[in-house]
């Protein structure tokens, strides 16, 4: 089984930063990609930020320039460094991972969530 285990969401000032951190533990054999997905009240979850094993980036247009994602292929961690927040960034964010098992499985598997709260 694995888990992804997601830190530092929290309360911020529009204009300040937050980093969030994902953690992937278990029966981990390789992981592809990894990223970052939002849910605000009453929208649909929407792409924030992905990378691959490779270190190839995609971001939404709304974040561009302003969030940086990354990822330690050693811990299995994935990083978003959210900086200049706005309010309309204010949402649950998820963090995802598509990983092969040690048993030779295929999964797309997500985190419990992290508020990130952006006041103005």
């Known amino acids: 089984q694995v888990q992804l285990v997601e830190s530092g969401g929290g309360l911020v000032q529009a204009g300040g930063s937050l980093r969030l951190s994902c953690a992937a533990s278990?029966?981990?054999?390789?992981?592809?990609?990894m990223g970052w997905y939002r849910q605000a009240p009453g929208k649909q979850r929407e792409l924030v930020a992905s990378i691959t094993s490779g270190g190839s980036t995609r971001y939404a247009d709304s974040v561009k320039g302003r969030f940086t994602i990354s990822r330690d292929n050693a811990k299995n961690t994935v990083y978003l460094q959210m900086n200049t927040l706005k309010p309309e960034d204010t949402a649950v964010y998820y963090c995802?991972?598509?990983?092969?098992?040690?048993?030779?499985?295929?999964?797309?598997?997500w985190g419990q969530g992290t508020q990130v709260t952006v006041s103005s």
């Open positions: 995802n991972a598509a990983y092969w098992t040690t048993s030779v499985a295929f999964y797309n598997g």
């Open positions: 278990g029966s981990i054999f390789s992981i592809n990609s």
